[in-house]
């Protein structure tokens, strides 16, 4: 009895022992299951980046690198792009600029008509020998044949150089007539023409060097002192600044763009200054100032009476140099100037002002003065004003004339360095001629009004003109805003003329000196 009672309860425990351990297998397999599906899903794609980056510089400098590379490709690419961007709008923009400059120059205001000029209104003239054995030479002579002592040239003037085509060119009106076939030839053997001889110019506050070629023919140098888009600096006053290179430039195409002919050709050059300035100069006192600068550049300063030191020297780079190089006019020997102080000349004092400037009736003592009082000198002067007003130049002290033709005559438009010096502002002062005395020539007004329309806009024109120089290819001559300026400043002037045609209209007073009879001929 008692046998089989402990026989089925060993019978019971091990049924309950296998019944234990089968659930205790199910529930672990459950288990199991469950912890593995979320993490088994991942595994392959840590692996593969994993994989990837293993290829790769797994220290911060190689991720940050990797990042940058990436990041640079796509910038430069941005930047390139730009880049081209740009080059394309300035490209059209100055193919659009030449067409408008073409159209302009064919303008029929551009191209009044005019007698042929007799031989007493020019500067210069060409006289036969009289010997036997020199009939078939001729000599370029002054109008003082008493002072002459004669070059020989040939007979026939196409054998001429350029230079000396220009100088029988000039009249009692102009330097050159308006699309003189000479001038492209000019300008080209100012910019590319060896030089054989340099030497200092004397006078004058800044370095200026006289440059000859082998055909005889001679250049006003002047240096590169400045970036071109540098400003001046608001603290200096206007006789403190550096003239300009470019000034130059710039100066003779807005002087030609505005129809008046009165600087001589101006072009932009790249200077060699050991091979075409110290190695032919003939100048000791030259020769003396050059030097080598610390990294190796090769500089010169000269001899002048404010800018003329190692402080202030013109250094190559280490050679190279830009600068401007202008036609000479005829020697004075042959061709006599005569200087005039402007009427409106300013102190040169940091504390005095001129009397224009505190004075309200100046004008009408310089009307009253020769040789404003007749004539065309009081309109030949506001032309000056406005090529001053608008290129901003102070530095307007004196100007020329030739002294063959007496008081009627064209005013010469030279030293031009110191005007594109500030873009960001408009000196209303320079104006004061304008304002004060309200008179202008009519053609210089029509072509001012041509200027300010869209198809003819002067900035375009300037921009046009400007990229025929040989160093646009190095940088615009003049930036953008120095051309924005321009646009702003052209609408100041024909202001000026509006207000003072209604200011003078209640009075009766004329305010245009009419040198164009037939108006609707040339503005239709």
């Not at 979320?38 to 990837?52: E, G, I």
């Not at 003189?180 to 004397?202: C, F, G, T, W, Y």
């Not at 603290?235 to 505005?258: G, K, P, T, V």
């Not at 003939?282 to 020769?287: E, F, I, P, V, Y």
Request: aromatic share 8%; charged share 25%; net charge positive.
């Amino acid at each position: 009895m008692i046998w089989r009672l402990r026989s089925r309860s060993r019978t019971i425990c091990l049924s309950l022992a296998v019944v234990t351990a089968s659930l205790y297998l199910l529930l672990l397999l459950a288990s199991h299951s469950v912890d593995l599906q979320p993490c088994d899903a991942l595994l392959p794609s840590k692996t593969h980046v994993l994989r990837d980056l293993a290829h790769q510089n797994l220290s911060p400098a190689g991720v940050q690198d990797s990042a940058a590379t990436v990041h640079g490709n796509s910038s430069n690419r941005d930047a390139s792009s730009e880049v081209r961007g740009h080059a394309d709008q300035a490209r059209k923009s100055v193919e659009s600029g030449l067409s408008k400059l073409e159209a302009l120059f064919n303008h029929p205001l551009y191209n009044l008509p005019c007698p042929p000029i007799p031989e007493e209104d020019l500067l210069l003239k060409v006289r036969p020998q009289v010997e036997a054995s020199e009939t078939n030479s001729q000599i370029w002579v002054n109008d003082s044949p008493e002072e002459d002592k004669g070059v020989p040239w040939s007979s026939n003037s196409g054998s001429h150089p350029p230079w000396l085509q220009f100088h029988l060119g000039i009249s009692r009106w102009q330097l050159y007539p308006h699309q003189d076939p000479n001038m492209e030839l000019l300008v080209q053997q100012l910019a590319k023409h060896r030089i054989v001889s340099a030497v200092q110019k004397s006078g004058g506050t800044q370095l200026k060097l006289v440059m000859s070629f082998p055909n005889y023919g001679q250049a006003l140098f002047k240096p590169m002192k400045q970036e071109r888009d540098e400003e001046t600096n608001y603290n200096l006053y206007y006789f403190s600044d550096f003239e300009r290179h470019n000034a130059e430039i710039a100066a003779f195409h807005l002087d030609r763009i505005l129809g008046y002919r009165r600087i001589p050709p101006a072009v932009g050059r790249l200077v060699d200054v050991v091979k075409e300035i110290k190695n032919v100069t003939t100048d000791r006192k030259l020769a003396r100032t050059f030097f080598t600068s610390p990294v190796g550049s090769v500089c010169f300063y000269g001899l002048c009476s404010y800018y003329c030191s190692t402080e202030h020297a013109v250094c190559g780079h280490p050679t190279g140099l830009e600068a401007s190089l202008a036609v000479m006019l005829p020697d004075l020997s042959l061709a006599k100037r005569r200087s005039w102080r402007s009427p409106w000349r300013r102190s040169y004092s940091r504390s005095k002002l001129a009397k224009w400037e505190t004075q309200s009736n100046y004008c009408a003592k310089v009307k009253k003065t020769p040789p404003y009082n007749e004539g065309t000198r009081l309109v030949d002067f506001m032309d000056m004003v406005i090529l001053d007003f608008l290129m901003s130049n102070m530095d307007r002290h004196h100007y020329e004339t030739f002294e063959k033709f007496g008081n009627y005559t064209f005013l010469l438009h030279l030293d031009n360095g110191r005007a594109f010096g500030r873009h960001s502002k408009d000196e209303s002062s320079i104006l004061a001629p304008l304002e004060q005395c309200c008179r202008i020539r009519r053609s210089t007004w029509l072509r001012l009004r041509l200027l300010s329309l869209p198809q003819y806009r002067l900035s375009d024109i300037m921009r046009a003109s400007l990229s025929q120089d040989p160093l646009h290819r190095v940088a615009p001559l003049l930036s953008d805003p120095h051309l924005v300026a321009l646009d702003r400043r052209l609408k100041t002037v024909l202001e000026t003329v509006d207000h003072c045609q209604r200011r003078l209209s209640e009075g009766g007073g004329e305010v245009i000196f009419d040198d164009v009879k037939d108006v609707a001929t040339y503005v239709g």
